[in-house]
């Protein structure tokens, strides 16, 4: 049971330029959220995908898109990176409504040049 | 929307000591509160959460009170071991919140030998 995963680990990225970050979860869960964390802020929600087919704006949603791909993976995209977008990012699931504990990946480092 | 302030944004504690952490949110409604442990270069991870028919939760050396009519809860670490040393982050969410937690900035735990 690997839990949460997230790919890339790393990665640098140009203004301007377009990339994807993958989330899988293996739990079964219906809802998944994607996070970005930075210094003394907190993690504050990107986008949420309450079940397989829905999403929905978190609280700061612009200059992302999310796909929810089926049950199990949850994607985030950057059409046209900027260096506020330089941050950890990080994937959570959970078994909502039934369950509300999120389960977190490891998590997305992205450096916005 | 909810709002989750929490204090102190550092805390350092001898080792044996005890640790308080204490959160505010601004929603009456909300009725369930997490608290997340996160170790370096790691997603955060539960380890306790509270509801709010309950006025405290213990296990081990970690617990959680909460006091519905000040609206504020707070996570209290006894006899603190190195391992302790991570951040902490309270959260919180309600009925209508469709699984989406609304996080403290988080504390910053420093167990001194």
């Known amino acids: 049971n690997a839990g949460v995963t997230q790919t890339p680990k790393f990665q640098v990225l140009k203004t301007g330029q377009s990339m994807t970050l993958q989330c899988a979860q293996d739990m079964n869960h219906n809802s998944m959220y994607w996070y970005r964390q930075d210094p003394g802020m907190g993690l504050r929600l990107i986008y949420y995908s309450a079940s397989e087919g829905t999403t929905d704006k978190g609280e700061v949603p612009n200059g992302y898109n999310v796909s929810r791909l089926n049950k199990r993976e949850f994607s985030l995209r950057l059409e046209s990176a900027a260096p506020s977008q330089t941050s950890v990012y990080f994937c959570?699931?959970?078994?909502?409504?039934?369950?509300?504990?999120?389960?977190f990946g490891p998590g997305t480092r992205l450096l916005v040049l | 929307g909810e709002n989750v302030e929490q204090h102190p944004s550092t805390l350092s504690v001898q080792e044996g000591d005890s640790a308080v952490i204490k959160c505010t949110y601004s929603?009456?409604?909300?009725?369930?509160f997490p608290w997340y442990k996160q170790e370096l270069g790691k997603g955060p991870q539960l380890i306790i959460d509270i509801r709010s028919n309950v006025g405290e939760k213990k296990d081990q050396r970690i617990a959680v009170t909460l006091n519905k009519t000040a609206k504020h809860f707070s996570l209290h670490i006894t006899e603190t071991q190195p391992e302790d040393s991570a951040v902490y982050f309270c959260?919180?969410?309600?009925?209508?919140?469709?699984?989406?937690?609304?996080f403290g900035a988080g504390t910053q735990v420093v167990v001194t030998p």
């Open positions: 929603d009456s409604a909300s009725n369930y």
């Open positions: 959570a699931s959970s078994d909502w409504p039934l369950q509300e504990t999120q389960y």
């Open positions: 959260a919180a969410s309600g009925p209508d919140s469709w699984g989406k937690l609304q």
